[in-house]
């Protein structure tokens, strides 16, 4: 459950999310909130209306006070007042060299709301503190109290926490977060809790346990094992032991905290302490006391020498302490998170001085390559209307990345593109100019470079759209063409595919006069469905609802109508898109003059009133409208003369059609039926069916530059068809 709020509201609004079947048997979330239920636990309370952020600032940060403390990702976490005068938990992200913070993107406010509900506090140098856990990816941890309870809030944007229910404790304190798995103890009830933050999908990964040392890397939570030293990975979705490592601590661990490849461990604050390398398999001694932990280094606050020391361990052994900051003693024994962090994401240091100034120190240790330590990669379908393509990869470290999704042809679609430590992918079947892309094959392809250090991460996958734009004659939900035919019977059948340029399933339907002619179209409306057009004898032309399905119609199907008196053209065709407003259009031949005229769809279910857009199309034989046949995005026709030459019509996009253009001669003798009939084949181009005079069907393979390939046989036995659409 994901609660989220309008800060600009006087009241808090609780939505539960609707969620749509998912990968692996879970649950994913489809993207937004419906909102209707209302909470009445501790999350119903007055909202504060959260100021606007500040331009980036330099560093070090100049700050009026500091009440909370966490540096993760290259995210600065605090609790500061905001201009208003009012406390806010506040997330600047620092650059990679750590001279600038960028400008405030607030997880919650942080003082009291009307109700008497407000958040944790513990003691510290400033009076009173907020402990804040950040997850590497902006998200940020902390606890809300009401009525004397405290619950775990997770917050994952300026406006929505994760509304997972948590129990209510006392005594909550956050012993790791990272990306999307958290863990915290409870003193009231003795138990540790690890869960997700259920952000794009519901997982079954909760456990309450006996409290021990935890630490959790991706989706590995560490835990003590049995037997002095011994540590073991749990794989939180795998649901078992994954891995177990001999640390060689001579106790049983109090304390761990893991990191890329390396597993920190103590014995207590002032016990023994070690690093273990899960790569080079190597125990490695480091100095004891309070410490965070880097990617290849720790780091202590000497609190008799008020100063920050550093503990490179990269290369396999402790180097010896060095200072990297003043930070005086102060009166709270244990300041980590408070005062001062660790960047564990390949990142640096940063803490607050007695001044109130924020400092990001660079630790001078070279950090491992670019790694994935977590994913959740979407399956390879996903619906425009209600289950739209999201995954995420936590990374090791900032990065700079790219995903590219490309329809079938190699296009490029849509461009995703972000920064930080989490990538937050979300196709909404939409392009980059905002339009609907059409139905069909895409491929990702997911590109992050590491902003800090070095490492390139790429991987690539498949997904099906559906929901979106139907492609040409795709009366079902996936692009590929469907074929329609008459018998003499009055049946009409729709015959569908599985791309593999041939007419696998069809669906039929009775009861259609002599006479009629059906014209497969697109969506004229807003549902995404394509609608199919229908002649009747008496020359009433009819809309009849798109199903979405690829399922037959009968006469009784819903459906409108656009009019009368059509039976004065000879030639009903759609072409596709000729006017560049996105929809298909209508074009028709006059019978007693060969003019052709373009009916434009008006999207909101009918036909605008005909253009005349060519003159004397007597001479041919055949018209058939046949999509977007060149990759321009504009719909084309084909015609075929009366001495066998078919020939090309491009449409120009603004209701015109430019100069034909010859692509065979000689051709087509024995074809009795050409039809458009869009993409069969799978690979994004329009393709052609035609049928000759002994009944066998045949197909000829669009190129995608406005010609096709030599035809192939796709059936026989097609003569019992009067016609074929």
Not at 20 to 39: D, E, F, M, Q, S
Not at 127 to 136: F, I, K
Not at 357 to 383: F, K, N, R, T
């Given at each position: ?6 800060p600009?509201s006087s ?21 937004g909130l ?9 999350v ?7 100021p606007?952020g ?6 070090p940060l ?8 966490d ?9 500061e007042?905001?201009?208003?005068g ?14 600038k ?11 009291t ?5 407000h ?20 998200d ?11 619950s ?7 406006r ?11 005594g909550?304190?956050?012993v ?6 958290y ?17 794009l999908?519901s ?17 590995r ?6 037997g002095a ?5 749990y794989?939180?979705e ?24 390396w ?14 390398d ?8 480091v ?25 490179d ?6 180097a010896?302490?060095r ?11 244990d300041?980590?998170r408070?005062?001062w ?28 390559p ?7 990669v ?12 999201a ?6 470290k ?35 100019a ?19 250090g ?5 991987q ?91 399922w037959?119609?009968?006469p ?8 009368t008196?059509?039976n ?6 759609a072409?596709?898109d ?7 259009d ?23 009133a005909?253009v005349?857009?060519?003159?004397a ?7 058939v ?17 009366t001495?066998g030459s ?16 010859k ?7 024995t074809?009795?039926a050409?039809?458009g ?10 393709d ?15 190129l995608?530059?406005g ?7 796709i059936?026989?036995?097609w ?7």
């Amino acid at each position: 459950m994901h609660i989220s709020y309008s800060p600009a509201s006087s009241s808090r609004v609780e939505g539960l999310g609707g969620h749509v079947k998912g990968r692996k048997g879970v649950r994913r979330r489809a993207i937004g909130l419906r909102g209707g239920a209302v909470l009445t636990a501790f999350v119903a309370a007055v909202a504060v209306a959260a100021p606007a952020g500040a331009a980036d600032s330099p560093m070090p940060l100049q700050t009026s006070g500091v009440w909370g403390f966490d540096y993760t990702g290259g995210v600065l976490s605090t609790v500061e007042k905001a201009p208003n005068g009012s406390p806010y938990v506040t997330n600047r992200q620092i650059s990679s060299d750590g001279s600038k913070a960028g400008e405030r993107d607030y997880r919650g406010f942080a003082g009291t709301f009307a109700s008497g509900r407000h958040v944790q506090e513990v003691a510290c140098d400033a009076g009173r503190c907020v402990p804040l856990r950040g997850a590497g990816n902006g998200d940020v941890g902390y606890f809300a109290v009401d009525g004397g309870k405290e619950s775990a809030q997770l917050w994952l944007s300026e406006r929505s926490f994760n509304g997972a229910v948590e129990p209510a404790v006392t005594g909550g304190r956050f012993v790791d977060y990272t990306g999307r798995y958290y863990i915290y103890n409870a003193t009231s009830t003795g138990k540790q809790y690890v869960d997700a933050t259920q952000q794009l999908r519901s997982q079954d990964v909760r456990l309450t346990r006996s409290i021990t040392a935890a630490s959790v890397w991706g989706q590995r939570l560490w835990t003590p094992g049995a037997g002095a030293g011994t540590v073991t990975a749990y794989d939180l979705e795998l649901k078992r032991t994954v891995e177990t490592i001999a640390t060689g601590a001579p106790c049983t661990v109090k304390e761990l905290q893991a990191v890329s490849r390396w597993i920190y461990w103590n014995c207590g604050p002032t016990g023994a302490a070690g690093v273990y390398d899960r790569v080079a398999k190597r125990k490695i001694t480091v100095p004891s006391g309070p410490a965070l932990v880097g990617d290849g280094y720790l780091v202590r606050h000497d609190r008799t020498a008020g100063k920050l020391l550093l503990t490179d361990f990269h290369a396999g052994t402790a180097a010896a302490p060095r200072q990297i900051a003043d930070l005086p003693a102060g009166n709270t024994a244990d300041q980590r998170r408070l005062t001062w962090s660790v960047d564990k994401f390949g990142g640096d240091i940063a803490y607050v001085d007695a001044a109130k100034v924020v400092h990001v120190v660079q630790s001078g240790v070279p950090s491992q390559p670019l790694a994935v330590i977590e994913s959740d990669v979407d399956d390879d379908s996903a619906s425009a209307k209600n289950d739209l393509w999201a995954s995420t990869w936590q990374f090791s470290k900032p990065t700079a990345w790219t995903l590219a999704l490309k329809d079938a042809r190699g296009r490029v679609v849509r461009t995703l593109t972000g920064t930080g430590t989490e990538v937050a992918a979300t196709w909404d079947g939409k392009t980059d100019a905002g339009t609907y892309a059409y139905n069909g094959a895409y491929t990702w392809a997911l590109t992050a470079k590491a902003t800090e250090g070095t490492g390139t991460y790429t991987q690539s996958g498949r997904v099906g759209l559906a929901g979106a734009r139907p492609g040409h004659h795709d009366l079902g939900d996936y692009s590929y063409g469907e074929l329609v035919t008459l018998n003499s019977s009055g049946a009409l059948t729709v015959h569908q595919t599985k791309g593999k340029g041939t007419f696998d399933f069809r669906s039929s339907a009775s009861g259609w006069p002599a006479g009629t002619t059906v014209i497969p179209f697109g969506d004229m409306g807003a549902d995404r469905c394509a609608e199919l057009l229908v002649r009747m004898p008496n020359g009433e032309l009819r809309r009849y609802a798109g199903t979405c399905g690829g399922w037959s119609y009968g006469p009784g199907s819903s459906h409108a109508s656009l009019g009368t008196g059509w039976n004065a053209y000879n030639v009903l065709t759609a072409p596709g898109d000729l006017t560049g407003d996105g929809r298909t259009d209508l074009l028709a031949r006059k019978a007693s003059t060969g003019d052709m005229y373009l009916f434009a769809n008006n999207g909101a279910g009918k036909l605008r009133a005909g253009v005349k857009v060519g003159s004397a199309w007597k001479g041919y034989t055949k018209i058939v409208g046949a999509g977007d046949l060149t990759g321009d995005g504009f719909g084309d026709v084909l015609a075929r003369d009366t001495a066998g030459s078919l020939w090309r019509y491009d449409g120009a996009g603004d209701g015109t059609l430019k100069a034909r253009v010859k692509i065979l001669s000689q051709w087509g003798a024995t074809y009795n039926a050409i039809v458009g009939v869009g993409d069969i084949t799978g690979d994004g181009r329009n393709d052609l069916v035609v049928r000759d005079t002994a009944g066998n069907l045949f197909r000829n393979s669009g190129l995608g530059n406005g010609t096709f390939a030599p035809r192939v046989k796709i059936g026989s036995g097609w003569q019992g068809y009067k016609g074929l659409y």
